[in-house]
């Protein structure tokens, strides 16, 4: 294993192994206005909610690691105390990328990638029309990590007002998270978009998992069950009895034989089928019906 002392190496280094490795990350697209009322509009993917109550967002507007440098954003955040962010999707991306060019001050990037302003409701700043959701946010506070190229700046953002667009919630009024279509960035030019890989995990927090440790040694140190395998069986609060285990062999003769057969493989990446197709239970009856 390739081991990092990030003082031995040279920042720009250190900052694509942290881009690669920590991912994917979800898309600030900042819109600030300067002094003079000129609008901004730049995506940061240093960026995440950090809070409900108050609803809290963070993004970093770091500096530059070659020149040390700051970014406009970072300039008119402590000047102006507001931003809107927007969330970035699948049908932005390309304009996101396009905003985030190196423009001289006052160079108005909501013009330069052809994105709608819209006027916001209690912050100066304008919000993008094309994303499908608006965060107006009072800055509480900036807290600068360091003074040499590649320090991180975070901008601890309030959320004042939200707005959504009705298109992407739901028959009960929340996000539907095919419908928003999110993407966010990886290492190098990479990005990801979150519709076509997404899958659920359910959360155990009103169950109570028997964990992996309860899982019989065979069963554990199998060639066959990967680690998310054994995950999804310990996250059952019960093993099936002995009766549901015969009534699913009763019931069918394919499962009745290959048990007969007696081959661990065979058992196993059957029942693998079963969990990868979200169904640990059956997928227990299967490892537990040899010993019934």
Not at 68 to 83: L, M
Not at 162 to 171: G, N, S, T, V
Not at 239 to 250: D, G, I, S
């Amino acid at each position: 294993m390739l081991t990092i002392d990030p003082k031995e190496i040279p920042v720009a280094q250190m900052h694509q192994y942290l881009l690669g490795a920590v991912g994917p990350r979800p898309i600030a697209f900042a819109s600030t206005i300067d002094e003079q009322g000129r609008p901004n509009l730049s995506p940061f993917s240093f960026f995440n909610v950090f809070g409900a109550n108050p609803p809290i967002l963070i993004f970093s507007p770091a500096r530059r690691g070659r020149d040390n440098t700051v970014k406009h954003t970072y300039n008119n955040a402590k000047a102006t105390g507001e931003v809107v962010i927007n969330v970035v999707n699948y049908d932005i991306v390309q304009q996101v990328s396009l905003s985030s060019t190196e423009y001289a001050e006052g160079v108005n990037e909501f013009k330069k990638a052809g994105l709608t302003m819209v006027r916001s409701e209690v912050v100066r700043p304008f919000r993008v029309k094309e994303s499908p959701v608006h965060f107006e946010c009072r800055i509480n506070e900036v807290v600068e990590l360091g003074e040499e190229g590649g320090a991180g700046n975070l901008v601890i953002c309030e959320v004042l007002k939200m707005h959504i667009q009705e298109e992407i919630l739901d028959e009960k009024g929340y996000i539907d998270q095919h419908k928003i279509d999110l993407v966010a960035r990886m290492g190098g030019n990479w990005y990801t978009r979150a519709t076509p890989s997404m899958f659920e995990v359910p959360k155990p927090l009103q169950t109570l998992g028997i964990g992996i440790d309860a899982i019989a040694e065979e069963i554990r140190n199998s060639k066959y069950l990967s680690g998310n395998d054994l995950g999804r069986l310990g996250n059952v609060e019960k093993l099936p009895t002995a009766q549901e285990v015969k009534a699913l062999l009763k019931n069918n003769d394919e499962l009745s034989k290959l048990i007969e057969e007696n081959e661990e493989e065979k058992i196993h990446l059957k029942a693998k089928q079963y969990l990868e197709n979200d169904d640990p239970g059956t997928a227990w009856k299967i490892l537990l019906a040899k010993n019934v």
